[in-house]
């Protein structure tokens, strides 16, 4: 059967109703790709997959949330959205809500916004408003703009939001066969891990699974707030999707951590750019920079000799949004610029060496 969205595959989990007007993209039903080169840093015994969160409609995860926090407001007749965003909400907002006939607003951070991202929101329509201030300036704007008007808050505070993205861990359970031994994640205002510890936990209990992975999450060195056990005022990172210093979901990705028996620890920029390197120059699977958290963390863990090597285990990195949108990353991340020549035959032979 034609696939018809998250929505209608996982229904049966999902407080939608007859009534609930589903609006989709056909997001989610994202692969599973096994990382080979990956496993070469991590041990013979294991198998790492990411999970292509960028082959979403909008190009990251943000999509699964917003499908499901989109129709519940089409439901109760909102008439417009608002979230504060890093750049992936904004996006995702913007597309679902014109497609719902929604106004949308996105509040952002000035200045530290991706192109591709901000470009998505302006193309579908949204009003973008830019503060002189971070992502949790952004967020306590929207919060007091929510009280006072009639407009749905989008942002992963949204429970529905939540709600959508649960599916990813009922995905990768379908694919396995079961549920993987560890998931690696980044952690930015922890919607995310919340969400697949949430799905995790309902899969075991409706016996699709066996068991429940270990939650390891990541923060960026410069914005690690929990990690660091208190608020961070001017988080800093290259992965700006993960630019966050006081995670809304903060209690529940720490619940997430202790009743798995995981950990939530901090990736430097630098590693963080090195995965981001090896997952585009080894694996063929471009990220932006925040999704690679996941996999620097991974290493950074198998390094420290943290994973049994008396078994067979599968590791799950969730590789939450597509490298396009942060071009200027890519380019800057490179050793070699694009080399320019004379329309001369010879001149491009001295470069070419096979
Ligand atoms: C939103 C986002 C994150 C962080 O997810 P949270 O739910 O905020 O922890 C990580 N990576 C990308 C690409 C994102 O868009």
Redesign the pocket.
């Known amino acids: 059967m034609a696939y018809k969205g998250l929505i209608e595959r996982y229904r049966q989990y999902l407080p939608v109703t007859e009534k609930t007007p589903v609006v989709s993209l056909l997001e989610g039903d994202t692969p599973l790709i096994r990382l080979k080169r990956v496993e070469e840093f991590i041990g013979e015994n294991v198998r790492v997959y990411g999970k292509y969160e960028g082959l979403n409609p909008t190009g990251?995860?943000?999509d699964r949330g917003m499908t499901m926090a989109i129709s519940k407001a089409a439901e109760k007749g909102v008439k417009a959205t608002i979230c504060a965003s890093?750049?992936?909400?904004s996006a995702s907002a913007a597309a679902y809500s014109v497609r719902a006939g929604m106004k949308s607003y996105v509040i952002i951070p000035d200045g530290h916004i991706a192109m591709g991202k901000l470009s998505q929101a302006l193309i579908h329509g949204a009003k973008v408003i830019a503060v002189e201030g971070n992502f949790d300036t952004a967020l306590e704007m929207v919060k007091l703009i929510c009280e006072n008007y009639p407009v749905e808050l989008v942002n992963?505070l949204n429970p529905f939001r939540i709600e959508g993205q649960k599916t990813g861990s009922f995905e990768i359970v379908d694919f396995l066969g079961d549920a993987p031994d560890f998931h690696c994640i980044?952690?930015?205002?922890?919607?995310?891990?919340t969400a697949y510890w949430k799905g995790y936990n309902e899969y075991k209990k409706s016996g699709k699974s066996s068991k429940n992975p270990v939650m390891m999450g990541f923060q960026a060195a410069g914005s690690a707030p929990i990690v660091l056990g208190a608020p961070v005022k001017n988080p800093e990172t290259v992965a700006t999707?993960?630019r966050?210093g006081n995670?809304a979901s903060w209690k529940q990705a720490e619940e997430a951590r202790d009743s798995s028996g995981g950990v939530i620890d901090m990736v430097t920029d630098e590693e963080i750019i090195g995965a981001y390197r090896i997952l585009a120059g080894c694996e063929g699977v471009f990220v932006?920079p925040?999704?690679a958290a996941s996999v620097a963390g991974l290493i950074k863990y198998a390094k420290k000799g943290y994973f049994p090597k008396d078994r067979e285990i599968n590791i799950v990195c969730v590789l939450?949004?597509h490298g396009l949108k942060d071009p200027d990353r890519a380019i800057k991340s490179v050793e070699f610029a694009p080399v320019t020549v004379k329309p001369d035959i010879k001149e491009i032979e001295k470069l070419i060496k096979i």
């Open positions: 990251s995860f943000k890093t750049g992936n909400t992963s980044p952690v930015g205002n922890a919607g995310n891990i999707a993960i966050i995670p932006e925040a999704s939450t949004g």
